[in-house]
């Protein structure tokens, strides 16, 4: 995203609607919903229990982990940002693994995505940038039937979506269209507003469903 100061929710968000992108990065006030709260507090609570996990194996928290040139073995850092001119970047745990970097991605989901996938590779490439030495693979976290979850995802596989991702204009690839998503979003109110002041057919999306 060349043209676009890259935050964590910038990526995030670009794997759902790139005009949310847009509106995110023009300053534009949205009302986060009853949805996305959900899943903040969903993922707040999956890292307060893997954090927990970690330090029952015995791993120590280090917060200068990203600037330390030789690594502790079993250490951990987490909710760390990354910043340079073109992002600031939030990795929501990065750990050491055979003296390796290795990034995690904290999901309120059950079931993971190809775009969990990318969005972590992303990350690998990102963190990279400011230190060589990361793995070639990451940790998805999720929860599921009460338990936490650990998923490998192996960088190679995804590297080279990953770095077209990276490379999206977004004003010149953001495109505005309501679909059923948009009924969860910090921005509905905003978007459904201009579909009606733009009479755009894509709201006839929205009265198809309403007959259904």
Known sequence: ??????????LEDSFSCLYKVALNKDNVIGEISDFEKMHLEIKQNISLEYERYLI????????????NAIFTEKAYTANIVCHSSKYSIKFDFVEISD???????ISPTISLCRWHKIYL???SILLKQINDNVSDYGKII???NGRIKVSQVRFSTYKKEAQSKLLIDIQTTAKFCLTKQCQICEYYTHC??????LDHLSLLNKMV????
Do not use: Q
């Not at 995203?1 to 910038?10: D, R």
């Open 209 to 212: 469903s309403k007959k259904l």
């Open 99 to 105: 003296n390796k970097l290795v990034p995690v991605y």
């Open 121 to 123: 590779t992303c990350l």
């Open 1 to 10: 995203m060349e043209s676009t100061h890259l935050t964590s929710k910038n």
């Open 192 to 197: 459904y507003n201009k579909a009606i002041e």
């Open 56 to 67: 029952s194996k015995g791993v120590k928290r280090d917060d200068l982990l990203l600037s």
């Open 142 to 144: 999720s929860k599921e």
